[in-house]
Structure formats: structure tokens, C-alpha cells
């Protein structure tokens, strides 16, 4: 399975912005493409997150029936949700002192640091990927996890998760998640990764936030 990114960088590429005037609305969700590898192919192939990418081209072919019915399995989200108690009962105790934004290139990443300097927390745990994956710092060489601290998605997208696959340890630990229809793309590895029965604390957040809004 392929995330496919259309863009027109600085807006110049003049066979990007016809497509995406076209077909931006008309496209299905998923699609099935045959794949070739060509020097002078219009797209770029990423073999995985973290490249680097093989020129190609391709071709879009009708997509079959059971292919459909398993991406839905996959990408469906609701035998993982929980309830709102025990999202409350999985978030930190006790203050957070401050709030660390890190510099993870084109991405998402944030620490909550308590008073004697733990992180209890991180919401999102993002990193330059893909077309921005030369964003990521050099001098970024790990992030903490010694005092087990939660993982807190804020949403699918490979930016705001990226560094769990770069530290893999980070897949280990609790994540709370939004209940949402996830699509085509590394998120969908991810979500694999995180299957309870072998994650069994992974976490539904967004009854959970609706329900405290009620309240408000």
C-alpha cells in the first residue's frame, strides 16, 4: 500500500497543478496502480518511510472487491476504541511544570516535563518524513523514554508519529490515539504495530475530549 502525494512545489511544475486541477475531487479513495520503475517516470517510489525514493511511472487499474473489504478491516479503528475512564485513568498524575517543543524538521513533537525534570508525556512524536525527511536535525540522535512516558497522537499523519519508527522503542510505550477513519500511508503500518493484542494499551481520545467538553 502507497501514500500518493501530488504537488507542485513553488507552484512551477506545471504537469502536478493540471492533474491536481483535474482529478483533485474525482479520485476514489484507494485505487490500485501498476508500478514501473523508469528513470524519466513522473513520480518518485518510496520502498519505505524513510526512503530514498526510485523514479517510476504508472498506471491506475480497477480496484477488486475483496482487495476493498480488507483495506476497510484495516483501516477500521473501532474494535480498539475505549472507553473515556480509562483514557482519564491512563493520563499523568500530578503537575507538569513545562512544556518542551522539539525540533523535529517538518513535524510534530512536544514534551510534558513534570517539576523534578521527567517527561511524563509527549503529545505527538513527529519527524520530517517523505519529500521532508531531510528536515529531521542531524544532531538528533534519540529522544527519552527512560521514565515511560505516554504518547498522545494528535492526529494520523506520518509528521506528528515518525519518530517512534526512527526510535522504536517510543511503539512500546502507551498511546493515546484519535478514533478517526485512517487512509492510504505509513499511518497504516502504525496502526498495525499498535494492534491490542500485542499493544493492549492502545487508546481511543476522542469520546474522551468530547465528553469533557460537555461538561465545560
Known amino acids: 500500500m502507497y501514500a500518493i502525494e501530488v504537488n ?34 513522473p513520480a518518485n517510489l518510496y520502498g519505505n518511510i524513510n ?45 507538569l511544570e513545562d512544556v518542551f517543543v522539539l525540533d523535529v524538521g517538518q513535524g510534530a513533537a512536544n514534551a510534558l516535563v513534570s517539576k523534578s525534570r521527567k517527561v511524563r508525556a509527549y503529545v505527538d512524536l513527529g519527524a520530517g ?23 498522545i497522537l494528535t492526529d494520523w499523519h506520518y509528521d506528528h508519529f515518525h519518530a517512534a519508527n526512527k526510535f522504536t522503542t517510543a511503539l512500546n510505550r502507551t498511546w493515546i490515539a484519535p478514533f478517526q477513519m485512517i487512509g492510504a500511508g505509513p499511518q497504516i503500518g502504525h496502526g498495525e504495530q499498535h494492534h491490542p493484542e500485542r499493544h493492549p494499551d492502545d487508546l481511543e481520545w476522542e469520546r474522551h475530549f468530547e465528553e469533557r467538553g460537555s461538561r465545560a
Do not use: Y
Open 8 to 41: 507542485s512545489r513553488l507552484g512551477e511544475d506545471v504537469v502536478a497543478l493540471e492533474w491536481l486541477r483535474v482529478w483533485s475531487k474525482r479520485l476514489p479513495l484507494w485505487l490500485e496502480l501498476q508500478v514501473l520503475p523508469d528513470e524519466s517516470g
Open 51 to 95: 526512503g530514498p525514493p526510485t523514479r517510476v511511472r504508472f498506471f491506475q487499474g480497477s480496484i477488486r472487491q475483496n482487495a476493498l473489504n480488507t483495506l476497510k478491516n484495516v483501516t477500521d479503528l473501532s474494535p480498539h476504541a475505549r472507553p473515556g475512564e480509562e483514557i482519564r485513568q491512563a493520563l499523568p498524575t500530578g503537575g
Open 129 to 151: 518524513v517523505l519529500a521532508d525527511a531531510s528536515t529531521w536535525p542531524s544532531a538528533m540522535t534519540g529522544i527519552c523514554l527512560k521514565d515511560d512516558p505516554l504518547v
